[in-house]
């Protein structure tokens, strides 16, 4: 599909590495498409905003980094609060980078709490770019999810977020909302990961969320990685870029796979960990290399087992990649995931702090070797595969801007 005309489209987002590279590739195509596409993050995504080919309109944010995990707290309201303290102070940020240059439709991530009140403001469309799991019919009326609100909603705390919360929107134009609406019930969604993952897809309403599957790309900017030839297996072990402080299990992953006959290991580490730190049961193995980063997408393409924390970028990296995972979640919707990929049968669950190195070396086995799990990851990937990824993604956007 082409829209009639080419269009003005910015896209809001916040500082967080899972939030903004899934959306990379729906606006390298929308420029492809004709379309000047400007982004509002803050500078230090800049450069990889630049590299599809969008225009920076750079902001400054209050969230915490991934150097600073225990900033956002540990308590849901600690979340929440910190969210909505961000997107007082950078609404009028973003409104004054498009003064005298709005819009013809926004585009944000389901952080980005000021797009669709800066969309109200100008009169035109708002599509939410979610790039986890949504609300599906009959999500508020879960049970656990009803116990969770109430218990927020009377607290001290959760009673002034909610309070805070509409006020806000209030001044802007939006009495009424309902905080959790406006957040959770957008009017129109792309949802940028696999159907698969999504709980009670069946539930979820179509007319308001489309599915396009995994909107990688080849992320060639990322780097480079080849597998050794004599590799007979190769794993990649990561904990993705914010919880990663976790020397104990990956020294815990070198006692179950290093110096394993004919595997190769990568070994992720991040920010947090000193190498020193992974040699304090032995020196390091041969078959293991240690980095704080890597090209994750490179090397899944030629990985046969992911020791991940089940973050929905990763997990769904993964399907994308055929390969099979072992689940070690840390944090937020990593629980979930971690279950979901369990239950489409081509994951291991594991607990960082009670895993055995025999049992991680079973589960390895049993993925890598077990015909069903192929067969399975095989359909998955062509199911992910059909669902049109950026192309549904930038049709989605364009059929919006002809309504």
């Not at 005309?5 to 910015?10: D, F, K, L, V």
């Not at 900033?71 to 973003?94: K, N, T």
């Not at 790039?131 to 607290?155: C, F, H, I, K, N």
């Not at 309070?163 to 009017?187: A, K, M, Q, S, V």
Request: glycine fraction near 8%.
């Amino acid at each position: 599909m082409t829209a009639s005309r080419p269009a003005h489209i910015a896209m809001v987002n916040i500082p967080a590495p899972g939030h903004v590279h899934p959306s990379l590739e729906v606006m390298r195509e929308l420029v492809a498409r004709g379309h000047r596409v400007t982004y509002a993050v803050p500078e230090e995504y800049a450069e990889v905003v630049r590299s599809v080919g969008a225009e920076v309109r750079p902001y400054v944010s209050t969230l915490p980094t991934e150097d600073d995990p225990a900033a956002w707290g540990s308590e849901m309201i600690d979340h929440l609060d910190l969210f909505l303290d961000d997107a007082i102070q950078a609404l009028p940020q973003i409104a004054d980078a498009y003064a005298g240059d709005e819009p013809d439709l926004v585009l944000y991530d389901i952080g980005a709490y000021p797009a669709p009140v800066l969309a109200h403001r100008w009169g035109v469309p708002a599509v939410q770019l979610s790039p986890t799991a949504v609300a599906w019919e009959g999500y508020e009326q879960d049970e656990a999810v009803q116990q969770m609100r109430a218990a927020l909603r009377s607290s001290p705390r959760g009673v002034a977020y909610y309070e805070r919360f509409r006020g806000w929107l209030g001044e802007h134009g939006l009495n009424g909302t309902d905080p959790d609406d406006f957040i959770g019930r957008p009017r129109r969604s792309v949802v940028l990961i696999p159907r698969a993952l999504q709980p009670h897809a069946d539930r979820v309403d179509e007319d308001v969320y489309t599915f396009t599957g995994t909107c990688q790309g080849e992320r060639g900017h990322q780097g480079e990685w080849k597998r050794p030839v004599e590799a007979q297996r190769v794993a990649l072990v990561s904990l993705g870029s914010t919880f990663t402080n976790q020397p104990a299990f990956y020294r815990t992953c070198l006692a179950a796979f290093g110096d394993l006959a004919g595997w190769h290991v990568v070994l992720q580490i991040g920010k947090h960990v000193d190498e020193a730190e992974l040699t304090a049961d032995g020196p390091l193995p041969g078959n293991v290399e240690v980095h704080r980063w890597v090209p994750q997408l490179r090397i899944l393409q030629q990985a046969d087992l992911f020791v991940t924390h089940a973050g929905m970028g990763g997990s769904q990296e993964g399907l994308a990649c055929g390969v099979p995972m072992i689940a070690a979640p840390q944090a937020v919707d990593q629980f979930a995931n971690a279950d979901a990929l369990v239950g489409l049968g081509v994951a291991r669950r594991v607990d960082t702090d009670t895993v055995t190195p025999e049992a991680l070396r079973q589960a390895a086995t049993d993925l890598t070797t077990d015909p069903a799990v192929r067969d399975r990851l095989a359909a998955l990937q062509a199911e992910t595969a059909r669902a049109g990824g950026t192309r549904q993604a930038a049709d989605v956007v364009e059929a919006e801007l002809t309504r």
